[in-house]
């Protein structure tokens, strides 16, 4: 695996239910929606040496398991989830969890707050040692995503500068203590500088661990406020960023509006775009740390 990760996420199953639904558009579509993700990551491959060296790919099973056989044959990184999709406390997609995990990386999202029952915690942090250990045994490397979410009246930029920071230190505290070890730890951004400090200490208390910003659909320019942050980490490795780069141009396509050409036009250099942010980013910081 490369020390660095730009992945292009598209493992979104519900999302794309109800986004369907919502647009009287039946989910047999689906499917080629995430071949336009993938497409669009490969003419970014094709264009891009950074993306030949440390691209990868999100896909899910259930509505790309030939997309990943494709990239697998032509030695493209390419992780699968293996959590079932949108429904929290944490199921598995399969059973066993393994036989789900047909990438060449597993990828497994949980939500949490520290108001969760702990009961709820340790139950789910029971599984993932299960697959920790999984992947230890087969070389398989593998990212958690831990989601930390608003409720009631949590006003989301403040919860990202003040609250999320220190609840996800205190969930990578927990899951150490409990022998969890992922490659990467996907995480939402916070454009504090000090929030990032916390998740930094959290991360490096067990040596190899990174740090993989996710994008919640969020505009390129607070990505890059994001970046910005995440660079001021040790741990920092890349991204995993899906909807912000390909939900649009393919939504558009499943409307009519655009063409499938066009479609994985866009998102090629939305994620040539989001990886030239990145890399600012780091520039940015290396020039002021000097």
């Not at 929606?33 to 003419?43: N, Q, R, T, Y």
């Not at 598995?92 to 029952?117: H, Q």
Request: glycine content about 6%; aromatic content about 10%; proline content about 5%.
């Amino acid at each position: 695996m490369p020390d660095g990760l730009y992945i292009l996420a598209a493992d979104h199953r519900w999302q794309w239910h109800d986004w369907c639904d919502a647009h009287g558009r039946a989910r047999a579509v689906i499917p080629e929606l995430k071949a336009i993700a993938v497409e669009g990551f490969l003419v970014a491959r094709g264009r891009s040496a950074d993306v030949q060296a440390n691209g990868a790919m999100l896909l899910d099973e259930q509505y790309s398991s030939a997309l990943i056989s494709a990239l697998r044959a032509r030695a493209i990184a390419v992780a699968a989830p293996v959590e079932k999709a949108g429904v929290f406390p944490l199921e598995w997609t399969a059973e066993p969890f393994w036989a789900a995990l047909t990438g060449s990386m597993a990828k497994v999202l949980v939500r949490y707050r520290p108001d969760y029952p702990p009961s709820r915690v340790e139950a789910e942090q029971q599984a993932l040692r299960e697959l920790s250990d999984w992947c230890r045994h087969q070389a398989c490397p593998w990212m958690l995503e831990v989601v930390v979410p608003t409720e009631g009246q949590e006003e989301e930029e403040e919860f990202a500068r003040e609250v999320r920071p220190a609840a996800v230190a205190r969930y990578i505290a927990q899951a150490y203590d409990r022998g969890i070890q992922p490659d990467y730890w996907k995480m939402e951004g916070t454009t504090s500088v000090e929030g990032a400090r916390l998740v930094d200490e959290a991360v490096q208390r067990v040596r190899g661990p990174a740090f993989l910003v996710l994008g919640k659909a969020a505009p390129l320019d607070t990505i890059e406020r994001w970046f910005r942050a995440a660079h001021t980490m040790k741990t920092a490795a890349g991204f995993a960023i899906g909807r912000s780069i390909y939900w649009d141009p393919a939504g558009r396509f499943a409307l009519g509006e655009i063409s499938r050409t066009d479609a994985i036009g866009m998102v090629a250099e939305t994620y040539l775009t989001t990886i030239d942010l990145w890399q600012t980013s780091a520039r940015t910081r290396a020039a002021t740390a000097t």
